[in-house]
């Protein structure tokens, strides 16, 4: 059995929240995997599209200055990613993503929660420019398809 349907299985047992989503995921590559002819993985640890194929998301890898602290963000509005830093680039990438909810913490400002708020399993926070949901547990989240951009 894969770690992400246990995590899911000990999650829905303990709580009942369960509840599974598609969202979409922006980052950026620095090689060319995903182009036309390019299938290979890179070895590049600055790669985030080879790595998160490679290893899935690493909570410990993600960047601390988001607006909900250390936690792999997504969205369910694609444009959101295409708009940011991540995509407007030949280098830009997007990745839809499997997320387990779990208990959802609603949010309405960025910095009202800097890490994972106690009895919860995630951050919401419903913005202008589209939705945000925080995971902040490596097995919450699963890439599932890539989008590259260029
Ligand atoms: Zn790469």
Known sequence: MNQFLCF???FCDRITYCNEHFRYHGTTRSCQVGDNGHTMLCH???CSVCSIIKTSFKVSLA???GGFGK????SSASNKYV????CDSSKGAMFVTKVVLGKVRNV???????SCPRGSQ????????GDEAV????????????????
């Open 108 to 114: 309405s400002s960025f910095g009202e929660v800097n």
């Open 71 to 74: 936690g792999i963000y997504t």
């Open 63 to 65: 960047n601390p200055v």
């Open 44 to 46: 590049s640890s600055l």
């Open 8 to 10: 899911e299985l000990t």
């Open 135 to 150: 995971v902040y547990t490596n097995n919450a989240i699963r890439p599932v398809f890539l989008i590259v951009f260029g």
């Open 122 to 129: 995630l951050v919401f926070y419903n913005g202008r420019n």
């Open 83 to 86: 708009s940011a830093n991540y």
